[in-house]
């Protein structure tokens, strides 16, 4: 909305603001009274011409700079480029000529919208030389309504006199000022937000590292306990402990079961010695080995034999 200069303490914020208006309402002389402080018949202006004032409005010292633009309609293409970073906006009509207040409707506010690159730009409509009151033909009434449409502040004045001239930048430099202070709380609320959301995306992507890597060692926890299911069991027993021993295989379609069978348990190597010899039956078509254990004592000496397999 404005700028700030880090070069020069002379002020605190920096303004562009445009006169527009038909050629004649007074825009020039209503310049020259704001900047010098008095009353000058000027000739219509040619092309562009600017002057810089600076004041104090709420507290804070800001620098203007006021572009007055020729009204002729042969220099518009010329002042349009001057629109474009303009945070302030008058435009100006004389009210003993109603044409240049129509105007304003028909071709300056439309030029405004062509225009102007700044979407927070604030506009002033002006009804000058309110010091000719016997010819007015623009009542006060009808230009705050044609404010109102348009969203623009209202003031009127008289360049002559000096009638309302300070009052008229003043309130446009100070509506200026606030827009500017709105504007940067808000972008510094706006960053606030974005860096506390910031900090919960991050907060929340470094739960869900912690969540994956907690579900990775669930899984292979599972995985680990699944495998070792697959390896053979120890079992305990006694040296010298009598086993009953059953033996189903199955091949096929054929079913036999082999004759019970009893072992002493000497060493753990003796039984790991049998359940090598179950397991690797000679035809090869072992489909299931169980091996079923009773136990006739009380257990002791530790040996592994293979639950089910195949």
């Known amino acids: 909305m404005g700028s700030s200069s880090a070069q020069s303490s002379s002020y605190d914020l920096s303004f562009k603001i445009l006169l527009i208006g038909d050629s004649g309402v007074g825009k020039s002389c209503l310049l020259v009274s704001f900047i010098s402080n008095s009353v000058e018949d000027l000739a219509p202006t040619i092309g562009v011409d600017f002057k810089i004032k600076q004041l104090t409005v709420g507290g804070k010292r800001l620098k203007l700079t006021i572009w007055d633009t020729a009204g002729q309609e042969k220099f518009r293409t010329l002042t349009s480029s001057y629109y474009?970073?303009?945070?302030?906006?008058?435009?100006?009509?004389?009210?003993?000529?109603?044409e240049t207040f129509t105007n304003l409707s028909d071709v300056w506010a439309k030029e405004v919208d062509l225009y102007s690159t700044n979407q927070d730009c604030i506009k002033m409509l002006v009804g000058n030389k309110v010091d000719r009151e016997s010819e007015r033909l623009v009542s006060r009434e009808e230009g705050i309504s044609l404010a109102k449409e348009h969203g623009c502040l209202f003031l009127e004045c008289s360049a002559k006199t000096r009638?309302?001239?300070?009052?008229?930048?003043?309130?446009?430099?100070?509506?200026?000022?606030?827009?500017?202070?709105?504007?940067?709380?808000?972008?510094?609320?706006?960053?606030?937000?974005?860096?506390?959301?910031?900090?919960?995306?991050?907060?929340?992507?470094?739960?869900?590292?912690?969540?994956?890597?907690?579900?990775?060692?669930?899984?292979?926890?599972?995985?680990?306990?699944?495998?070792?299911?697959?390896?053979?069991?120890?079992?305990?027993f006694e040296v010298g402990l009598l086993l009953?021993?059953?033996?189903?295989?199955?091949?096929?379609?054929?079913?036999?079961r082999r004759s019970l069978q009893f072992m002493r348990v000497f060493s753990e190597n003796i039984l790991g010695r049998w359940r090598c010899l179950c397991l690797h039956h000679s035809d090869g078509l072992w489909s299931s080995v169980c091996l079923v254990l009773s136990?006739?004592?009380?257990?002791?000496?530790?040996?592994?034999?293979?639950?089910?397999?195949?």
Do not use: W
Request: proline content about 2%; glycine content about 6%.
């Open 84 to 98: 474009r970073g303009a945070q302030g906006i008058v435009l100006v009509y004389d009210v003993t000529r109603r």
């Open 295 to 310: 136990v006739m004592n009380s257990p002791g000496c530790g040996f592994v034999v293979h639950e089910g397999g195949g």
């Open 163 to 236: 009638e309302n001239v300070d009052q008229c930048f003043a309130e446009l430099a100070l509506k200026l000022s606030v827009t500017h202070s709105e504007m940067t709380n808000k972008d510094n609320l706006v960053k606030q937000h974005t860096k506390v959301a910031e900090e919960a995306v991050s907060e929340r992507l470094l739960e869900m590292e912690e969540e994956t890597k907690t579900l990775k060692e669930a899984l292979a926890n599972r995985n680990n306990e699944l495998q070792a299911s697959k390896r053979p069991k120890l079992y305990t």
């Open 244 to 256: 009953f021993l059953r033996c189903d295989v199955k091949s096929g379609n054929r079913s036999s």
